[in-house]
């Protein structure tokens, strides 16, 4: 089966720092792969040169089979790449329905034409991701974690085929966690292909099928979620070498 | 209440429409000029008020527009008509070839760079010979200012429609997103770069368009008053006075400051331009997001809207 996404040998620089150093993972169709690291491992900057924001320094990532590179972000938003952002980036002036169907009028194949029903798919979507009592409200007005489910809601309008999720559970009560893991839960049902970054370990150790962990850019550990935290280099890498 | 409201704006317009059945020649004459101002402010709302890119170049459009008119009139002897059209091809195609490269830049930059486009403009319409040098175009008069006043009217009703229709459509969707967030806009599958320069043409359609019917109007165009930049300015004002990213605010934005311009040239001469900056001063500090907003906010909060805008200034 062709991989969701194809991830090859992508370096990134930004002038002498390596964000991004030489990384190759597949990401597989219906898959949750998770992507652990500590702060400046590259995650997010991993996420930007799939999404297209960023350019890679050299290698190549492949979507479906088919070589992304040069292609600006809004054409990998029509293939079916959907993402979300960590600092949340809502449209702050439109209420939370209009946010989400601005996703449904441009996503995946470009999206509805007619605003009517680009509005009805974005309330069924915000329903879905728990937001339907918000739709009228001013994006800016909604707290922290109304702001993390609208930018899920914002990517799933887009009706992706793939979805890269930045820390959707930062700031999240555990309650507001389950939720949240819930919902990729039935995204990755509904066929969707997830990669997902996370810091809170517990919980992305429960959501993902595999684990995949960056460390100063580098890949240094991708597999089964309980043999990966248990890896020696994994654990130096977040809690430092233990000194005798 | 929505009913109300489209009531309103039509007996609105069956007002204006009337004026120059009624009035007198120098209110005709006001008239065309406030109408037209109104014009661009609502070109400049569809690039500054929803993209969000504050243009400082809508008055080479303007200029362009009326040597548009004037060489096709006076110097090819065409109709009016053709002349607007081609004000317009030329408007577009400057939009498209300016604006791919300056629509890259953001906030101040792009207000520099447009800024600057005006004055080259002038440099470069000096030393065409078919646009007359910095002599300037005298154009075939037409003394008919009802014919003037009706069409600039109908260009005003014509540009509030297209605004009308950005609030509804795919397309003012996607500036609007721009505006708020141009990377959050792109990753989600908008063309940012191409409904820039759409939006940024669009804009200058009806600046070109204002310039050319005012070009024929005063039968008279030299580089240095069609690439004003002072208009620029004006038009700013006018949209930013009234609300930019409304349909209506800047058309009442213009209306307002011309009136208020007008009266205060008449009554105080002297010291006009001193009060109309003073207006415009206690305009931003009181009511930052225009007269729509405030309307819309005073209902709620009544006297405590102004109150709370002059706290957040630190006044």
Redesign the interface.
């Known amino acids: 089966m062709t991989p969701a996404l194809e991830i090859r040998n992508v370096t990134r620089r930004f002038a002498g720092l390596i964000a991004v150093n030489d990384v190759s993972f597949l990401l597989q169709p219906r898959e949750i792969l998770g992507v652990i690291g500590p702060n400046g491992a590259g995650k997010t900057t991993l996420i930007s040169l799939i999404s297209g924001t960023l350019a890679p320094t050299s290698g190549d990532v492949l979507f479906e089979g088919q070589s992304l590179a040069g292609m600006p972000a809004y054409r990998r938003a029509r293939l079916g790449i959907g993402r979300t952002f960590q600092i949340m980036r809502p449209f702050p002036g439109l209420s939370v329905l209009d946010n989400v169907a601005v996703g449904a009028l441009f996503g995946h194949g470009g999206g509805h034409a007619k605003l009517a029903k680009a509005r009805e798919q974005a309330r069924a979507q915000l329903e879905f991701v728990g937001l339907g009592k918000f739709v009228d409200q001013r994006a800016d007005e909604l707290g922290g974690p109304g702001r993390k489910r609208l930018e899920l809601a914002k990517a799933l309008a887009m009706q992706p085929k793939v979805l890269l999720c930045d820390e959707v559970m930062a700031g999240l009560n555990l309650v507001e966690i389950d939720e949240v893991i819930a919902v990729i839960r039935k995204v990755r049902d509904a066929g969707i292909s997830v990669l997902v970054i996370e810091h809170v370990i517990k919980a992305i150790k429960s959501l993902s099928d595999r684990l995949l962990v960056l460390h100063h850019g580098e890949k240094i550990a991708d597999g089964e979620p309980d043999s990966v935290l248990a890896n020696q280099t994994v654990v130096e890498a977040y809690l430092g070498k233990r000194r005798i | 209440m929505k009913a109300l409201r489209i009531m309103l704006v039509l007996a609105a317009f069956a007002v204006l429409a009337a004026v120059p059945w009624f009035g007198s020649d120098v209110l005709i004459q006001f008239g065309i000029n406030a109408l037209l101002l109104a014009v661009l402010a609502q070109g400049w709302n569809i690039i500054g008020g929803y993209t969000g890119y504050a243009s400082f170049g809508n008055s080479v459009f303007y200029g362009l527009g009326s040597y548009g008119v004037g060489i096709a009139m006076a110097q090819w002897h065409l109709p009016f008509a053709v002349g607007l059209v081609f004000g317009v091809v030329l408007a577009v195609t400057f939009a498209v070839l300016l604006g791919i490269p300056v629509l890259r830049l953001r906030g101040h930059y792009f207000a520099i760079a447009t800024l600057a486009l005006a004055q080259v403009m002038t440099a470069i319409v000096s030393n065409v010979e078919l646009a007359g040098q910095n002599i300037g175009l005298v154009l075939p008069p037409l003394n008919n200012d009802r014919l003037f006043y009706e069409l600039s009217l109908g260009l005003l009703v014509l540009a509030t429609l297209t605004v009308f229709w950005l609030t ?3 397309f003012g ?2 500036l ?2 721009i ?3 141009e ?10 770069t191409l409904y820039k320069t759409m939006a940024f043409a669009l804009s200058g359609v009806f600046s070109a368009l204002a310039g050319g019917i005012h070009a024929y109007w005063v039968t008279f165009i030299d580089p240095e008053s069609a690439f004003d930049i002072s208009l620029n300015v004006k038009m700013i004002i006018m949209a930013v006075f009234g609300g930019p ?1 409304t349909v209506l605010g800047p058309v009442v934005g213009a209306l307002s400051l011309s009136a208020i311009s007008e009266f205060l040239s008449s009554e105080i001469t002297s010291l006009a331009s001193l009060f109309f900056g003073i207006v415009v001063v206690v305009a931003v500090v009181i009511m930052p997001r225009g007269l729509a907003d405030m309307l819309r906010r005073f209902r709620k909060t009544g006297w405590r809207y102004f109150a709370e805008n002059i706290r957040t200034h630190r006044l």
Do not use: L
């Not at chain 2, 990377?183 to 940012?192: D, F």
């Open positions: 509804r459509s795919r969707f996607g609007i997103a505006r708020e967030n990377e959050g806009a792109e990753v989600m599958g908008v063309n940012t990213g």
